[in-house]
C-alpha cells in the first residue's frame, strides 16, 4: 500500500512537472512581453527595455523555466518583487518561500492572495453541484438500467439526453429568463456579495442548477449502461431464482456491482467541476477558479496559469487516487487476490 | 400428440404417485421485434418424487429453455404460448410473481453451468448463501451462517469457517459449483433443476461433484432434473432419460432400457458418435451423424430427425403429427418406422490403420517456459517437457486446465518463446523463434487448428477470404484463378459445398466453421499440425464428423498431429502416442495401447476412471475420486506435481523428491516413485471386458 501511494505522488509529481512546462511553453507563443504587461500600456520603450533586461526575460526557455520552479521552491526570490525592478510588487509573505506562485501580473497581487480565494468560491460551486449530481445520476441510472427499452428507461433517457444536450450557456440565460426575468425570485448575477440585495445562498441557486442539469444526466448515461451489463449477469439470475424480489436483487445484488465502473466517471466530474465551469461563472459573474483561469489566459499572466494548471493537476490526481481505493472497496477481485 | 403420456402413467406400481411436475403440452416461443422463434413446439414429461429424469440433447434442442420456463425465468421476450407445467400440483405458467418467489430457491432450487459467474463476485461466499435461509426460512443472520456452514460441511468443502468469509474469485472451479450446489440445497427444495453442471469443469473434478450429487440426492431425497449433452454423465445419474432434438422429446425410457436397446435413430446416432474409452483407435471410425440440427425456424415438416436420418422415408416419416409410440414397459419414442429400424443396428467398419515407426519430425527436449510474475514469483507452465512425434504420427497431449499443453502449442507455433529447451524440427532448433522472426516456409510447415471457431473466424470476412489469404500468402497457387481453384479443392476436402466460399462465418453453423479452419490450415500443406482441443466446442454429433474428417485429411496428407485433449476417449480413439501432463510436467508418455494398457501413472489412471460411459457395464468399475484441486503453476509442490492429489501416494517420499522416471518399455516412460513392478498391476476393472 505504501509503495502504491508513494508510486501515485510520484505520477502526480511528474504530471505536474510535464503540464508546468508544457503551459510555460505554449505562453512563448502568446504575443507581448511579461514586461510591457506588467508596466502596461502608457510606459516607454525605455522602461520595458530595463524591465526586460531586470528580468533577464530573453534568457532561453528553459533557464526561465528553472528560475520558475526555483521560486516555487522558495530556492531564489521572486524577481518581481526586486524594489530595483520599480513595479513595487510586495508579497506579505516575502519575496522567496516555498509554495510561492510569483505575482499576478493581472491583479498586481501576489498569485497566493487571489488563487486560493477563488477555488474556495469554485469549491462550494462544485461542492453543492456534485452533491446533487451523485444521487440523481444513480437514481436515474439504476431506474433506466433496471429495464432496458422500458417505458421508464425511455422517459428518463429523453429527460438525460435532452438535458444534456443544452449547453450551460443556453441552460443559463434559459433559467435566468425564467427565474430572474418573468418571475423575479432569483439573481441574475453571483457575486458572492450582499450588495445587491440578494443573500449568498440565493445567488448559488442558478449556477447549480446550470451545472446539474448540464452534468447529471450524462453521468446518469454512464450508470445505466452499467446497470443495464449488469443485470444482464448470470448471477443477478441466481439471485432472481433464490426467490428474491426485484426490490432486493437490486439493492443487494446489483447496485455494488453496477457502480464499479461509473466510480471513475462519476470522479472525473470533480474535475470537470473544478476547472470546467468557466461558462457558467460567466454567465452568472461568479468569482470562481475557472473564469481566474480565463481571464489570466487572456492577459498571459503565466504565474497565475502555473498556479492554475499545478492545482487542476493536484485535483485531477488526488481524485483518481480516489478512484483506485474506491475501486478496491467495491471490487474484492482488486482488493484481494 | 394424446398418448404422449399415456405409457409413462399406466404402468407399474408408479401409476399412482402424482407426479412431481408435470410438463404438458408445452410451447415456448421468443418473441422478437422482427419474428417469433418457437423455441419448445410441444413437450411434455414428467419427475416422480425422488426420481432423476435426465434431459439430453444438442445446443439449441431447448433444454435449457424449458429449465428456465420452470423457474418462470423466460427474460423479456421468452414466453410460454401453450400447455402447462405442475409442481406439486400447483400450476407455475403465468403464477403471480409473490407465488413463484415463493417457490424459486425453496421448493424448486437450480445448480448452473458456469459456476463462477453464477455467484456474485463482489459478496462473501457466507453472505450468498445465508440469504437462502433468511429469505425462506425466516432464520437470523447469526443462524442462516450456520446453516451455510454445516450445508458447506455437507458438500465437502473443507474449513467451512473460512470460506464464509472468501469471495468466489478465490475459489477453485470445482470449489465454486460446490458452493452454488449448498446454495441451492439450503432452502431443502423437493426439485433440483441441473443445468449442465459440470460443463467446463476438469474431468476429474467433474467426476467429483457428479458423486456428490448423487450422494446429496440419496441423503435429501431430493429429485432431479438433470440437464446435459453429456451422455456417460445422464447415464450414470439418472433414473430415466428423455432424449430431446430440436425442441421435440424423441425417446424416453430408464437409463438402462434407453442405452441398452435404444430405438430412436437420433438416440442410436448419438450414442454410436461418441468414442468409447474402452475401445482404441483402429477399434472403429466414429459414426457421425450427418448435416446439422435444423435451427427453430427451418424445422421440416413431419419427423424433425428426418433430414438426417438414414431410415428416413418419403410419405411416411414427412406427415405431421407424429407421436411417440410405446414401444416398451415406459418406454416411448417417436419414430414411425421403429419396429423396422430396431434391427439396424450399425455395424461400423473398423479402420485400417498401418502404424509403422516413422523418423522423427518434431522433437521437444526439455522445454521449460516460465512466465516471471514480479519478484520470487514465477509461473511454471512447462517443466523439462520432452517427447517426439513421427511422421504422420498423431501425438496427444492430454491434461486438465493449467497443465500446460496450450502453452507448449503456443511455444511450437511460436505465439510465445520457450525459457528453455529445444524443439527440433527438420534440423532447426525453432523453441526460440517467434512467429515473426520465423522464415516463411517454417511458417508454413506448421498450422494450428483453434479450439472456438467462432472466434477464430473474422466475422467480417467471407469463409473464402482466409483460405484464399493463406494460399496467397505462402505462394501455393499464383494467379487468382488458380487460387480459386485449390481453394474449391480444398473445401472439397473437408466436405463443403463450393458456394461456402462466400459465406459469412455469421452463416455457418459451429462444425461448418471448423471445418473452414481445418481448410484453412491445410491450405499451406504443413507437415506439423497443432489441433488445440479442435471439437470441443462443437455438438456431440457434430464432434464425430469433423474428427473423422481431420484424421482422414491428415492421413492422405501424411501431416503430423499435435492434438491436444482434456477427452480421454477421443484421445484413445485418435492418437498413435500419448502425453500426459500435470502442473506443467509429463507424467507419462507412451504408445496409445500402453497408456490405456495395463500399467499407469496414478494420474491417468484417475482421469480414465473419471470417464463416464453410457454402456451399463461401465457403471461397475471402481471409481477414483481425487480430492482436492490442481495446486496453482505459481507454488507448485517440491517433489512430485501431483502427490497433493494422488490417491496411491507412498508417504513422505512423494512430497520431497521429484519421481524417477520408470521405463516401462522402450516407448513407455512413468514418472512415479512407485516400482515399475507395483505400477505393472492391473489396475483397470474395465480391462477385462475389452475383449470384446
Redesign the interface.
Known sequence: MAIFVAKRLAMMLLTMVAASFLVFAVCEFTPGSVARKSLGPFATQEQVDFLTKKLRADDPLLVRYGRWAGVLLGIIPDPLQDPSTGLNFKDPRGAQYFGNFGYSTLNKLPVNDVIWNRLGNTAILAGLAFLLIVPLSIVFGILSGLKEGGVLDRLLSVICITFTSIPEFASGVFLVTLFVILWPVLPGTSPLDTEGGWSVPSQLVLPVAVLVIYDFGYVARMIRVSMIGVMEKPFIRTAVLKGMSTRQVVIGHALRNAMIAPFTVLLLQINFLISGVVVTELVFAYPGFGRLLLDASLFGDIATIEAATLITVAIAVTTQFVGDLGYMLLDPRIRLR | MTMVAEPISTQGERASETPLLAVRDLRIEFRGKAETIVAVPKLSFEVKPGESFGLVGESGCGKSTTAMAI?G?LG?TGVVAGGSIRFEGEELVNAP?HK???????RI??V?Q?PM???????TIGAQLA??PM??LGASRVEALDMAAAMLKDVRLPDAGDMLKR?P??LSGGQQQRV?IA?ALL?RPSLLLLDEPTTGLDVTVESAVIDLIGELRRRYGTSLLFISHNLGLIAESCDRVGIMYSGELVEEAPTRELFGRPRHPYTQGLIDCIPDIRQGKHSRTLAAIPGNIPLPSERPRGCLFGPRCAGFRAGLCDRAGMTLEPVGERHVVRCVRWPELEVAHRELPPLSGESAAPAAEITFSDITKFYHLGYHKTLKANEAVSFEAGKAEIVALVGESGCGKSTLARIVTGLDRATSGEIRMAGENIAAIEASARPKPLLQSIQMVFQNPDSTLNPSHSAGFSIRRSLKKFGIRKGKAAIDQRMRELLEMVRLSPDFAARRPSQLSGGQKQRIAIARAFASDPSLIVADEPVSALDVSVQAAVVTLLLDIQKTRHATMLFISHDLALVRHVADKVVVMYLGKVMEKGTVEEIFGGATHPYTEALISAIRSTKPEGAERNRITLTGDTPSPVDVPRGCRFASRCHRKLGSICDREPPPIRRMSATHEIACHIPAEALESPRHPDEASDRS
Do not use: F, T
Request: hydrophobic share 45%; proline share 3%.
Open positions: 423457474m425465468y423479456a410473481a413463484l418467489r415463493a417457490i424459486r430457491g425453496r432450487a437450480m448452473y458456469d459467474s453464477a455467484l456474485n463476485p463482489v459478496k440469504e437462502v429469505l425462506h469471495y474469485h478465490q452454488v446454495m432452502g
